[in-house]
């Protein structure tokens, strides 16, 4: 009986203890909550302002509080040259598009075949590609822009389920000298060796312009941002 009565008494003092604790959260919900900023800047946030320059200017400054370095970053000078102009590219797909044909793997390409879709499904590049003449191609010799061009009219015009992009496997070693079929290669290094393959269709001497119409590239135009490299 006495254990009982122990047992009931103790119920009760639980019981009330969650019923206050209710009231209590109740009352905060129903209180404004007043936010406060972050008063000592992300060291983080300020490492990478202070490395990289946005080539978009946008109105976020991060957790920083130091305002006036990121606008300053942001103050992004206009090229001296324009190689192009943003208006050249179709952002949109200017029709309806078919699911094209996906892409055989015949030596552990799956890290380029991943990359070949994407590409092939981005609307300014895919568009821009396939109104290009092959025929005024100045390299000599494998062209990665030229290249994927023709696997593009090739997906555009197949009626089969997979195709094989046998020129960019043939060749994946002028695209990036780090590169080799038969080993499973880092899908991130194959679309950076890519882009910096697509520039060199273009009769451009980069090493006399300044960083700012470098910039101005379609590449840029279309993907935007600072790319890195592990391999040459």
Request: hydrophobic share 35%; net charge neutral; glycine share 6%.
């Amino acid at each position: 009986m006495a254990s009982s009565v122990l047992a009931l008494n103790a119920t009760k003092k639980i019981f009330s203890l969650f019923s206050s604790n209710a009231d209590l959260s109740t009352q905060q919900s129903d209180s404004e909550i007043e936010f406060v900023g972050q008063e000592q800047p992300d060291k983080y946030i300020e490492e990478i302002l202070n490395e990289y320059n946005p080539l978009n200017k946008s109105s976020f400054h991060g957790a920083s509080t130091n305002r006036k370095k990121s606008e300053e970053i942001q103050k992004i000078p206009a090229p001296k040259v324009q190689l192009f102009s943003p208006n050249e590219l179709l952002y949109e797909w200017n029709c309806r598009r078919m699911i094209g044909p996906g892409f055989i793997n015949p030596h552990n390409t799956c890290f380029m075949n991943s990359v070949l879709q994407i590409l092939s499904y981005t609307p300014p590049l895919w568009q821009y590609l396939l109104k290009q003449d092959r025929t005024k191609c100045k390299s000599g010799g494998f062209c990665t822009f030229c290249a994927l061009a023709q696997l593009f009219k090739d997906m555009n015009s197949s009626n089969k389920t997979a195709i094989l992009p046998k020129s960019i496997i043939n060749n994946i070693g002028l695209i990036g000298s780090h590169l080799n079929i038969g080993t499973q290669e880092d899908a991130h290094e194959f679309l950076i060796s890519t882009m910096s393959s697509l520039k060199k269709h273009f009769d451009f001497n980069e090493s006399q312009l300044d960083r700012y119409s470098k910039e101005s590239h379609f590449i840029n135009h279309i993907f935007g941002g600072w790319i890195r490299s592990t391999g040459n």
